[in-house]
């Protein structure tokens, strides 16, 4: 957990300048972010699943997946990422990225004016485990949220608030997010199957 502070819009600073081909591998994107962040690619893969990508069949529970392997290794505590080669090997368009930087810029630019760090201590070891741990049971649901439109695009929101929280060393952000991961998924089994 000892990833260094960063601003948010540097990490779509640092994705976009990845990008070179028509598409791009998430390996390639993990070693411009640096195998230490794994916050900074929980904010990255969250946001992909929030912006107008999350309409392509299949990416909401593609990122579930790679979120859940990234929490459980913040868990367990492991210095570096790991994620198998299945998703390493995943390319991603480059143009499909692109868009989704470009429309999240303005609204990263708008939450950035309110961060700064802020119970520090939150974002530490043993505080931590409370929101990671609605982390993990809100990507078991995710992949099933598929078929209810906007749904992934909210949860993932809900993660990359987290993600945002611990990149910026803002535990009062870390807070507020454990409102919606906790509240995400029986909102959504509510409105999804009217239970």
């Known amino acids: 957990m000892a990833e260094r502070t960063r601003a948010l819009s540097d990490v779509l600073d640092e994705l976009e300048g990845a990008v070179h081909d028509?598409?791009?591998?998430?390996?390639?994107?993990?070693?411009?972010?640096?195998d230490r962040s794994f916050a900074s690619l929980m904010l990255v893969f969250s946001l992909i699943s929030t912006s107008p990508a999350s309409a392509i069949p299949g990416i909401t529970a593609f990122v579930a997946v790679v979120v859940f392997i990234l929490t459980v290794q913040m868990i367990l505590g492991r210095k570096s990422v790991w994620l198998p080669g299945f998703i390493t090997r995943r390319r991603i368009s480059s143009r499909m990225l692109c868009?989704?930087?470009?429309?999240?810029?303005?609204?990263?630019?708008?939450?950035?004016r309110f961060i700064g760090k802020?119970?520090?201590?939150?974002?530490?070891?043993?505080w931590l485990f409370l929101p990671l741990a609605c982390i993990l049971v809100l990507t078991l649901v995710m992949p099933f949220m598929e078929?209810?439109?906007?749904s992934g695009s909210i949860a993932s929101a809900a993660i990359a608030l987290f993600a945002a929280g611990l990149l910026t060393r803002d535990g009062a952000l870390v807070l507020v997010s454990l409102i919606p991961l906790s509240a995400v998924p029986f909102l959504i089994w509510q409105v999804g199957f009217g239970i």
């Open 22 to 34: 028509e598409d791009i591998a998430v390996q390639e994107i993990i070693e411009r972010l640096g």
């Open 99 to 112: 868009k989704g930087i470009s429309w999240l810029r303005k609204p990263l630019r708008f939450i950035e």
């Open 118 to 126: 802020r119970l520090a201590f939150l974002v530490h070891r043993p």
């Open 147 to 150: 078929v209810i439109p906007a």
